[in-house]
């Protein structure tokens, strides 16, 4: 303890608390995403540069934001349609639903893109573990190198040009199972999907999706798996265009 | 260090600076009025052993810093489990999952919404961890765990027993596929609703569009919007009249995408105030304007939310104001940071539980206690040019003293654990008996009755002030700050509090006898003048009633503020008592029969025969039993519960402000990076004074302190 003078109003070395170099919390998103004090502690003046770090995740966030562009385009157009006082009027039970049911589906993949994208800038660019790849109609079985990561050999199937994400939250080693694919509605579901890891010579990855025929378009999603502790490991989209 | 102020805050404080690792640099002294540490947290022993509180104490799984201090302290009492029956921190608290609301359907008929909320991995205040590093899978994993619960409940129920597939024992992470895939088809058969709501949510993105493409005829589009979303409304009102199951889901579901819609809107992603920016805005108002229906800000969940935070200016429930950003914040870190369980129970007082322990392994410390000493001003020294202000001297009403001097010795033994009494140990004080006849009431700020005063001076006898007295007291001894200093004086005017009442019941029938079969629960969202229930079983064997108690339940509310001129008239917490007195009786006449209906006779008045008397004297079988009963108003101002009131929390002061070079505050009112009402915030602020003074603990350590 400091020493403690007489009488403080003579004495001017009375104790007092220290200068303090940080008063404030740290509000910023990139907390939400790590543990206190990893690292140095940030302030306002140090945040995570707004750079993307991998372009799938920029990709994806484009293309929402253009998905949701051309969706607000459409509904401003079907507004303007009906710029003249209508008489009476209902919603066209076909188109209505299909396009809100989209939105709500854009919505959330949107939401959970800009999340991984916060997540991404909140590692200082760090390359994420998990990977990406794409697909089209009858690809033919070969090996599809994704940037630094894992090799991949996919086998697809299917009658309408197809659109595959797999999105695996950190490097798997063991037994993966994929959920049933669904859509946010309707009943049926894609149930040819697996996804091997150290399947293929070399390691390489590979990825099964055979999409039974006459599936309506949409976009189907279903979780990956890992077979022995059960935890959620990513998830396998699957979009099929019209 | 002066300490003034004995709760959680307080004693944090001292706890921090008598840290061995300071090596006894601080010397400390708590100053506490009346007999007794806890402040709002305080319990006591009364007849029977029964445990009395200020009201209902309960324990989140995200209170890393509480639990992390409470289980410093016990592992440092190292208490023999052969002598005290709450040797560890795991005695004192024990995982509660289940919690519930009660549900309100459109015909107006009251249900109960009850959820057993899954484990999470690890326990609160494990050592070394911020919670564990969420990466987005980990948070959408939660969303998915906790929304197989919300089905779950929807599905099943829990009638009088836990729903198996949800029991604590199983670890829901570990999941088969096959039920993944069960709950994942659950959600998509909502998809149905689901479109509607997004139908909804583009309605809302088209009336945004028209205004700002002003060529689009405005007046056409609104026309459209208001058809549309007329017309999807009353849709989904057909849908989920029926069906409590749907209802609920689309209430929460609405929630959740009018905070998600709001997130974005309003930019929190990326604004550095994270969710603090919405702070003037009421949780209600934002939720609204973000698409949430009139229903779903009226749902239980939310009711609950504001209940759980006395969150009603002045006390009147037609004015309920939590500010929207610590709303969202709370949600956050309640349902998505929790350790262990949701929610955590105290199976004992909380006196027995936190402030016992506390206080011992502080005297252990060396830490001083000077009881009986009532705070009456702050004053300031004379301010010198360049120099910051200070505090000079701590003015004190001795309210008793001891006999010879002795050191004040609070605890009593209750059969080997050391506990609060509910009364001072008038033995102990000099002319204590003669007090105890003239009713003297230490705790109270209406019974300014004294045998001196005492004034400390800066330099002579403290160096540094922890003013962590209640919000409510500091109007009265913080005169000079308010006067002199206009951010003390905004944050007088703005930071606000509430009184709140409580009830606690002993009863001669299990719950269930009284038909009640979802389990012994948490209850909140109901009716007042009590609209928090818990059922708190645990305590039973504790106490020793003469005649065998089966249930014992606590109730709580706010209550409503007196008037200024009211609250100064001598009697006011006497009269104040008898209101909440009468509360209570009409409360088991006209709304307990709906939690319990067997409690009720034929024509719907409580049987008051069912309460258990704690003496052996016969109490009649009316309603003068509730005397038999405990009843509190909290009027006190130190006993009154700090609001969250949108537009005031840039208000507060921070524990780590500046200004004063020898003061500091600490409470759950004060800026502390959690700012509302509750034992983690209080348990934060207490660990930013510490900082503050020493610089440690650092503030990375602190947990929640850096979050959005």
Request: proline content about 8%.
């Amino acid at each position: 303890m400091p020493s403690k003078p007489a009488n403080s109003k003579k004495n001017p070395e009375r104790a007092k608390k220290p200068e303090l170099p940080r008063t404030e919390p740290i509000r910023s998103w990139s907390t939400i995403f790590g543990p206190n004090g990893a690292g140095a502690p940030l302030n306002a003046a140090e945040q995570p540069a707004a750079g993307w770090a991998t372009d799938s995740v920029r990709r994806g966030v484009e293309l929402g934001y253009r998905v949701l562009d051309d969706y607000l385009r459409q509904g401003a157009s079907a507004a303007g349609a009906f710029a003249a006082p209508p008489r009476t009027w209902a919603p066209s039970p076909d188109d209505l639903p299909r396009m809100t049911e989209r939105m709500l589906q854009y919505t959330s993949d949107f939401t959970s893109l800009w999340f991984d994208a916060m997540r991404i800038m909140s590692n200082n660019g760090g390359a994420q573990p998990g990977s990406d790849g794409k697909a089209t109609r009858s690809s033919p079985d070969r090996p599809t190198e994704a940037p630094g990561r894992a090799r991949w050999v996919l086998d697809v199937r299917s009658e309408r040009p197809a659109e595959i994400i797999v999105a695996l939250d950190e490097p798997v080693a063991g037994e993966l199972t994929v959920e049933p694919l669904r859509a946010s509605s309707g009943k049926r579901a894609i149930t040819d999907a697996a996804i091997r890891p150290g399947a293929e010579p070399g390691g390489a990855l590979r990825v099964r999706v055979h999409v039974p025929p006459k599936l309506p378009p949409g976009r189907y999603t279903g979780a990956v798996v890992d077979a022995a502790t059960k935890q959620p490991k990513g998830r396998l989209t699957v979009t099929l265009a019209k | 260090m002066a300490v003034i102020g004995g709760g959680c805050a307080g004693l944090t404080t001292a706890f921090e600076l008598s840290s061995p690792e300071h090596r006894g640099k601080y010397a400390v002294t708590v100053y506490q009025t009346g007999f007794r540490l806890g402040g709002k947290g305080a319990s006591g022993r009364g007849p029977a052993d029964r445990i009395e509180e200020h009201g209902l104490h309960l324990w989140m799984g995200f209170y890393e810093n509480a639990f992390a201090l409470m289980r410093q302290c016990y592992a440092e009492l190292g208490r023999d489990r052969k002598k005290c029956r709450i040797a560890d921190w795991t005695d004192a608290f024990v995982p509660d999952p289940l919690c519930g609301v009660m549900d309100r359907a459109p015909d107006g008929r009251w249900s109960p919404w009850v959820a057993n909320l899954p484990p999470m991995p690890g326990l609160p205040g494990d050592p070394d961890a911020a919670p564990a590093r969420w990466t987005v899978a980990d948070y959408l994993q939660r969303s998915v765990i906790l929304v197989r619960s919300l089905l779950e409940t929807i599905q099943t129920g829990v009638q009088g027993k836990v729903d198996k597939s949800a029991s604590p024992e199983r670890n829901p992470i570990g999941a088969a596929p096959g039920e993944l895939s069960a709950m994942m088809e659950r959600i998509m058969s909502y998809g149905g609703l689901a479109g509607f709501g997004g139908l909804i949510e583009g309605l809302k993105i088209l009336d945004e569009v028209a205004r700002a493409l002003p060529r689009f005829p405005r007046e056409g589009i609104l026309r459209f919007h208001q058809v549309l979303a007329d017309s999807a409304r009353a849709q989904i009102d057909r849908l989920t009249a029926n069906d409590n199951g749907l209802r609920r889901l689309w209430e929460v579901a609405e929630l959740v995408l009018a905070t998600i819609r709001g997130i974005i809107r309003d930019g929190l992603v990326t604004d550095p105030r994270g969710f603090s920016a919405i702070d003037h805005l009421d949780c209600r108002a934002w939720l609204r304007q973000n698409g949430a229906s009139e229903r779903a800000v009226d749902s239980a969940f939310l009711r609950a939310l504001y209940d759980l935070a006395f969150a009603y200016e002045d006390g009147d429930i037609e004015r309920p104001g939590i500010a929207a950003g610590q709303a969202v914040r709370g949600a956050v870190r309640a349902f998505f940071t929790y350790r262990g369980a949701f929610l955590w129970k105290m199976q004992y007082g909380m006196g027995d539980v936190v402030f016992a322990p506390l206080y011992e392994v502080l005297l252990r410390r060396g830490v001083g206690f000077e009881f009986f000493h009532r705070l009456r001003n702050v004053g300031l020294g004379p301010k010198e040019p360049g120099e910051r202000p200070h505090v000079e001297t701590l003015s004190f009403e001795v309210q008793a003293k001891t006999v010879a001097g002795r050191p004040y010795r609070p605890l009593v033994d209750v059969r080997g654990l050391p506990c609060w009494p509910s009364e001072p140990d008038w033995g102990q004080l000099a002319g204590g008996q003669a007090m105890k006849r003239e009713g003297r009431r230490f705790e109270s700020h209406w019974d300014t009755r004294n045998v001196g005063k005492r004034t400390l001076t800066v330099g002579r006898d403290f160096d540094i002030a922890v003013l962590a007295v209640g919000v409510g007291a500091v109007p009265f001894v913080c005169r000079e700050l308010i006067d002199s200093d206009p951010r003390w004086k905004e944050m007088a005017s703005k930071v606000k509090s509430v009184p709140t009442q409580a009830l606690q019941l002993w009863l001669r029938k299990e719950i269930g006898e009284l038909g009640w079969n979802r389990g012994s629960v948490n209850v909140s969202g109901y009716v007042e003048p009590f609209d928090t229930w818990a059922d708190m079983p645990q305590l039973i064997r504790e106490e020793t009633f003469p005649t065998p108690v089966k249930a014992v339940a606590y109730f709580c509310s706010v209550l409503r503020d007196g008037g200024e001129e009211e609250m100064k008239t001598p009697d006011y917490p006497e009269r104040r008592q008898r209101e909440v007195r009468r509360h209570a009786i009409r409360f088991l006449n006209e709304d307990l029969g709906r939690l319990w209906p067997r409690a009720v006779d034929g024509a719907g008045r409580f049987r008051w025969d069912l309460l258990a008397s704690p003496t052996a004297r016969a109490a009649g079988a009316d309603e003068r039993r509730i005397d038999s009963q405990y009843v509190r108003a909290n009027v006190e101002p130190s006993d009154r519960y700090c609001l969250s009131l949108p537009g005031t929390l840039s208000a507060r002061i921070s524990p780590l402000d500046q200004t004063y070079d020898n003061l500091t505050v600490a409470g759950d009112w004060t800026d502390c990076g959690f700012n509302e009402g509750c034992v983690e915030a209080a348990v934060m602020s207490g660990r930013l004074a510490a900082h503050a003074v020493s610089q440690q603990p650092p503030l990375e350590k602190i947990v929640g302190f850096d979050h959005p």
